[in-house]
């Protein structure tokens, strides 16, 4: 299994700003993967995080809205640009082996509204 | 489109009742499925993990069970606590390393 903490864990922010979240894991991993999920809703994939690469988003999501940083095996950011309150949401990180048949484990969360 | 379907949405039980959560999903060409527990306003914890190829995967009073040909899984807990108050979601693996998450059950545990 791997702990993985995220900062913060909460935040309350105001429109037009940007937050960045940490995502420090106990392990070297290979994947990284950030998810949204909106009030009342389930998890939606943003992107997948490779060390040494650029991050891959999923349909829907812009790298200038989210960016997402991978400067080693154990760290990941993603930043929530130019918000709304839309964007109010939990943001997760999470972490796979390497192949398709491994357990995902997630951080805590971080509960954001925008106001 | 993989749609994954959990019923149902909310479940209030009394402690001590055995009780059983669906999981439903549109097509069967998946890898494994996990069963996950969400407290309020946090993270997901790893309940269970079934891969394709199992019927079943047990863990203290969770069990979980999957046929894989008619697309569901369920999940079995046995003596509910209160503690178990929580949302459970399911996730089907469909590709390499994308997880679709079902829409979840709230389930409350009544003392």
């Known amino acids: 299994s791997a702990v993985i903490s995220q900062k913060p864990s909460r935040d309350i922010c105001q429109r037009g700003t940007s937050l960045t979240i940490q995502c420090q894991v106990d392990?070297?991993?290979?994947?990284m993967f950030w998810y949204r999920q909106q009030p009342g809703q389930s998890l939606t994939l943003i992107a997948t995080?490779?060390?040494?690469?650029?991050?891959?988003?999923e349909s829907g999501f812009v790298i200038d809205k989210f960016p997402i940083s991978r400067p080693n095996l154990t760290f990941s950011t993603l930043t929530v640009s130019n918000m709304s309150p839309e964007d109010s949401s939990i943001y997760l990180c999470?972490?796979?082996?390497?192949?398709?048949?491994?357990?995902?484990?997630f951080g805590q969360g971080t509960r954001l509204t925008v106001v | 489109k993989q749609e994954v379907t959990q019923i149902p949405a909310a479940l209030s039980v009394p402690e001590g009742e055995n009780l059983v959560l669906n999981c439903s999903f549109t097509d069967s060409a998946i890898y494994n499925l996990q069963w996950f527990r969400q407290d309020p306003g946090k993270g997901l914890t790893s309940l269970l993990l079934i891969q394709s190829s199992q019927r079943e995967q047990t863990s203290g009073r969770l069990n979980a069970s999957l046929d894989k040909s008619s697309g569901r899984s369920t999940l079995y807990i046995a003596a509910s606590q209160p503690g178990d108050s929580a949302t459970y979601l399911c996730a089907v693996r469909i590709g390499f390393q994308k997880l679709v998450f079902g829409t979840g059950t709230r389930l409350l545990v009544s003392p």
């Open positions: 995080a490779n060390q040494g690469s650029e991050a891959t988003y």
């Open positions: 999470s972490v796979e082996g390497q192949d398709r048949l491994t357990e995902a484990f």
């Open positions: 392990s070297q991993v290979t994947m």
